[in-house]
T-cell receptor, first 113, second 113 residues
Framework: NAGVTQTPKFQVLKTGQSMTLQCAQD?????MYWYRQDPGMGLRLIYY???????DKGEVPNGYNVSRLNKREFSLRLESAAPSQTSVYFC????????????FGNGTRLTVT | DQQVKQNSPSLSVQEGRISILNCDYT??????FLWYKKYPAEGPTFLIS?????DKNEDGRFTVFLNKSAKHLSLHIVPSQPGDSAVYFC????????????FGEGTQLTVNP
């Protein structure tokens, strides 16, 4: 009963390095989302995928790319990490049908030095 | 601009008493509102929701009230328990946008034994 699984849990990068955050869900949900959480700012939507094969920008997409690999997996890539991308990243999934709550993973804590 | 605001970063209450967490929104298009609870090192978990056609929704010890004219919602927890100590996020969405949520900043609730 895993739900939404994110890897890695922690990561430290130097400025300019790249990395991919992985996310997988086993609830057969159509939609997947990437949020970042920063102190005093709540959770902000980076990118989302309403269904397999589609991706769209959210509120704060700059510096990120995403790939909806299949229905289960949605990855977030930082091509050239910056200190401003230090944050906790949460992946979530939902049915994308009207009023469907999001189900979140446990997050990836990323530090960029 | 912050469309969903939680003006109290923290709240402390005694066990057994009522906890009231508040949330204001500015976007009149929002028609679905949710509360999430978050423990440290975990992802947010869905707690309770309300659609704009209602003004109250109850689930056990948790009740959410919606005042559309004031663009205000609140979460009441009665009676409060130490295990309720967590960060509470208010979130809002528009039905036609699927499950894309706009979150408030969060309120840290501490319930003292």
């Amino acid at each position: 009963n895993a739900g939404v699984t994110q890897t890695p849990k922690f990561q430290v990068l130097k400025t300019g390095q790249s990395m991919t955050l992985q996310c997988a869900q086993d609830m057969n949900h159509n939609s997947m989302y990437w949020y970042r959480q920063d102190p005093g700012m709540g959770l902000r939507l980076i990118y989302y995928s309403a269904s397999e094969g589609t991706t769209d920008k959210g509120e704060v997409p700059n510096g990120y790319n995403v790939s909806r690999l299949n229905k289960r997996e949605f990855s977030l890539r930082l091509e050239s990490a910056a200190p401003s991308q230090t944050s906790v990243y949460f992946c979530a999934s939902s049915e994308y049908r009207g009023y469907s709550p999001l189900h979140f993973g446990n997050g990836t804590r990323l530090t960029v030095t | 601009d912050q469309q969903v605001k939680q003006n109290s970063p923290s709240l402390s209450v005694q066990e057994g008493r009522i906890s009231i967490l508040n949330c204001d929104y500015t976007n009149s298009m929002f028609d679905y509102f949710l509360w999430y609870k978050k423990y440290p090192a975990e992802g947010p978990t869905f707690l309770i929701s309300i659609s704009s056609i209602k003004d109250k929704n109850e689930d056990g010890r948790f009740t959410v009230f919606l005042n559309k004219s004031a663009k205000h919602l609140s979460l009441h927890i009665v009676p409060s328990q130490p295990g309720d100590s967590a960060v509470y996020f208010c979130a809002a969405s528009v039905e036609t946008s699927g499950s894309r949520l706009t979150f408030g900043e969060g309120t840290q609730l501490t319930v003292n034994p």
